[in-house]
C-alpha cells in the first residue's frame, strides 16, 4: 500500500505533513511518498527517527499555495499536488492525500484523473462524529449549484463508501430538508425524492437540521452549498458555546470571585476528574476532525483524500489512514460497479 | 396597544396561551385578546388572578390544528387565527401573536391582511442570541425556494427592523455563502450579491456558516430552505453536545465512580457556584428560544408574530413582547416606506 502524500500542502507543510507521514507509515506500516521540495523534505525528515519506515521522496518544484485560484493547477505542472496525483493515474500509488488548496485539489483530480465513466459530477464527503455511529454527508462543497440526479448519484457514491470502507450493509439514506413530509423541501429537494425513492437505497426520506447529528441516517446527501453550510455551522455552533461559556465565567468581577472561591473544591474534585479523564478525552476525540484527518473526494477515477488546511501531524497521521483504507477496499471499483449498474438500469427503462 | 392572541394555537394551548398573556397584560400594561373557544378561555383565566387586567375574549368556534393542511385557514372561516387575524385588518387589534401551525397562520396572514405593495414575498425572521448582540436572519422557512430580488427584498425588510425595533443604526446586511470570497456562492447568491451590494444598504458580503454565530453582520439574509437548515441545526448541535457530554459522564461504572469522587469538591465549590449562578442563568436565558419568543413575519400588511409549537407561558409572554415593540415602533410603515423607495428608485433606473 503506497500513499502519495502532497507534503507541501497546508497551513503548517511540510513540517505537519512530514511528522504525520512519520506516524502513519509507522502506526499501519505502509509506504507513504513525500511529494514536494526534496531538501526542505529531506530536512523535515532528519527531525524524525524514520528506521525501518518506508518514505520515499519525489521531487517537486512548484506548490500551488492556499489562497490560490483553483486553475493554478494547469499552470504549476510541476506542483506537488500535480505530481502526486500523477502517480496514481500511473499507477504508481494507490492513493492521493493533501491538506492543501481544496478547491485545486478538485481541479487536478478532474483533470489528472478523470471521472469514473458516468458520474455527472463527482462529490466531496464527510462524517459527523456521533458516538459510536457517524453519518457520512456529501456534498459538503464540490457543486454549489446541484439537479435532481446530482443528488441521486451523491446517494449511490455515499452508500457505496459507507459499504465499503465501514461495512455498514443496506446504509440508511436521506436527504436534507426544511421538514420532515415528503413534500417539504426546495424544488431541487422534491425532485430528487422520488428518484432516491425509486433507486433501491435503502431510502428514509427528508432529513431536517436538527436530525442531521442524530444519526437517523448513515448518508445523508444535500447540495454543496447547504452541505458547506451545515459543515461550517455545526463548527460554528461549538465555538459559540465555549466562547459563550467562557465569558459567562470571566465576564465580571463577581464572577472572577465565585470562581476563585470554587478552586478548593475543584482540588478536591480531582481525584474523581482524573478518573473520568479517558471518557472527557474520548469524546473530545470523537469531537474532532482532526480524528476524521480528511474528507474522500468520491467519483473521480482514484482515491482522493482531502484534508484540513490547518491540519496537524496527528489529523495528517488519519488523513492519510483515510486514504489507506478506501484504496484497502476497493472504493473506485465499487463505485464504478454502482454507477455502472445504475446506468443501465436507467437506459433499460428508457428503451423498455 | 392591543394584541390579538391566538389562544388555540400551539401544544400546550389554550392553557399556555392563557397564562402567558396574563403574565404579557401585567408585565408591559397591554391588552391581549384571547381568541378561542369562549368557554375554554373562560375556564384558564378562572385560574389567574385578572384583577386591573385588560384581557377581553373574542369567541371563535374552530382551531387549525398543528398537524393540518394550510389551507384549512380558508374553509375554517371561525378558527381562532382566522378569527384573530381579522381583529388586526379591521384595525380592532394593533398586531397578531400566534404559536399555532406556521404554514397556516402564513397563509392567513397573506389571505386576510395581504402584502404590502411591492413585497415580492413575506419572510420570516428570528434572531440569534448573541449576547450582548443579536443577527437577525431571515429567511428562515416561507420560501423554500428564492430569486435575486427577494433576497434583497429580505435585506431591505431585515435591516428596517433591525433598526426600528432594535435601534441599530445603519445595519450591516451579510448573505450566507460556502466562502467569504465575494465570487463564492450558489448561483442565487452569486446573483443577489450586486443587488445587495448596490441596493444603499450596509452591505458587508458573504457570511460563512461558521460566522453566523458570530454576529459579524446585523442582518443574515438567506433563502428559506438553507435558513430552515440553519436554525434547526444550530437547535440540534447544541442537543449534541448535551448528549454526548452526559452520556461521556454516565456511560460506564468507570465513570460513575469518578462522580462519586467529584461529590464532596463539588460541593465544596457550591458557594462559588451560587456566585455565579446569576451569570450562569443569563447564559441559559440568553441561548433560549423562549426568550426570543417569536419570528416576525416581514412584508404582510399588520404585524404578525409566529411563536414556537412548544411554547410556555414564558415564551408565549415574549412572543407577545415582540409584537407589541414592532407595532409600537411602526414597523409596517418603516417596511412600506422602505420598499416604496426601492420601487421607485429601481423604476427610475429603469426609465433613467
Known amino acids: 500500500m503506497r500513499i502519495a502524500l502532497d507534503a507541501m500542502g497546508g497551513d503548517h507543510a511540510p513540517a505537519a505533513a512530514v511528522a504525520g507521514a512519520v506516524q502513519a507509515a509507522r502506526a499501519y506500516g505502509i509506504e507513504v511518498i513525500l511529494v514536494g521540495a526534496e531538501d526542505r523534505l529531506r530536512a523535515e525528515l532528519a527531525h524524525h527517527d524514520t528506521r525501518g519506515l518506508s518514505l520515499p521522496i519525489v521531487h517537486a518544484s512548484q506548490v500551488v499555495e492556499m489562497a490560490e485560484h483553483t486553475m493554478a493547477v494547469k499552470q504549476k505542472k510541476d506542483a506537488s499536488m500535480v505530481v502526486a496525483m500523477r502517480l496514481v493515474r500511473e499507477g504508481r500509488a494507490d492513493a492521493f492525500a493533501s491538506a492543501g488548496n481544496s478547491g485545486a485539489i478538485m481541479a487536478a483530480a478532474l483533470f489528472i484523473l478523470g471521472r469514473i465513466p458516468g458520474v455527472l459530477r463527482p462529490a466531496?464527503?464527510?462524517?459527523?462524529?456521533?458516538?459510536?455511529?457517524?453519518?457520512?454527508?456529501?456534498?459538503?462543497?464540490?457543486?454549489?449549484?446541484?439537479?435532481?440526479?446530482?443528488?441521486?448519484?451523491?446517494?449511490?457514491?455515499?452508500?457505496?463508501?459507507?459499504?465499503?470502507?465501514?461495512?455498514?450493509?443496506?446504509?440508511?439514506?436521506?436527504?436534507?430538508?426544511?421538514?420532515?413530509?415528503?413534500?417539504?423541501?426546495?424544488?431541487?429537494?422534491?425532485?430528487?425524492?422520488?428518484?432516491?425513492?425509486?433507486?433501491?437505497?435503502?431510502?428514509?426520506?427528508?432529513?431536517?437540521?436538527?436530525?442531521?447529528?442524530?444519526?437517523?441516517?448513515?448518508?445523508?446527501?444535500?447540495?454543496?452549498?447547504?452541505?458547506?453550510?451545515?459543515?461550517?455551522?455545526?463548527?460554528?455552533?461549538?465555538?459559540?458555546?465555549?466562547?459563550?461559556?467562557?465569558?459567562?465565567?470571566?465576564?465580571?468581577?463577581?464572577?472572577?470571585?465565585?470562581?476563585?472561591?470554587?478552586?478548593?473544591?475543584?482540588?478536591?474534585?480531582?481525584?474523581?476528574?482524573?478518573?473520568?479523564?479517558?471518557?472527557?478525552?474520548?469524546?473530545?476525540?470523537?469531537?474532532?476532525?482532526r480524528e476524521i484527518g480528511g474528507a474522500p473526494l468520491l467519483g473521480v477515477d482514484g482515491v482522493v483524500v482531502i484534508g484540513h488546511g490547518r491540519s496537524d501531524p496527528y489529523a495528517i497521521r488519519h488523513m492519510i489512514r483515510q486514504a489507506m483504507v478506501a484504496a484497502q477496499q476497493g472504493l473506485v471499483t465499487t463505485i464504478r460497479e454502482q454507477i455502472a449498474r445504475t446506468s443501465h438500469a436507467q437506459i433499460g427503462e428508457e428503451q423498455g
Request: net charge neutral; glycine share 10%; with cysteine.
Open 124 to 289: 466531496i464527503a464527510t462524517y459527523f462524529p456521533m458516538p459510536p455511529h457517524f453519518s457520512l454527508l456529501l456534498d459538503i462543497g464540490a457543486n454549489a449549484d446541484c439537479k435532481p440526479d446530482y443528488l441521486l448519484q451523491f446517494a449511490l457514491m455515499g452508500a457505496a463508501y459507507a459499504e465499503k470502507v465501514y461495512g455498514i450493509a443496506n446504509p440508511r439514506v436521506g436527504i436534507i430538508s426544511n421538514g420532515e413530509e415528503p413534500d417539504k423541501g426546495s424544488t431541487l429537494v422534491r425532485e430528487a425524492f422520488p428518484l432516491l425513492a425509486a433507486s433501491g437505497l435503502n431510502f428514509i426520506g427528508n432529513v431536517e437540521g436538527k436530525d442531521i447529528h442524530r444519526h437517523t441516517a448513515d448518508v445523508i446527501v444535500t447540495d454543496g452549498f447547504t452541505g458547506n453550510v451545515v459543515v461550517k455551522l455545526t463548527e460554528g455552533v461549538v465555538s459559540f458555546i465555549a466562547r459563550a461559556a467562557a465569558q459567562a465565567a470571566t465576564g465580571s468581577w463577581r464572577d472572577r470571585v465565585g470562581l476563585l472561591l470554587m478552586v478548593p473544591g475543584l482540588l478536591l474534585a480531582l481525584p474523581g476528574l482524573a478518573v473520568l479523564a479517558p471518557t472527557l478525552w474520548r469524546l473530545r476525540r470523537q469531537l474532532s476532525w
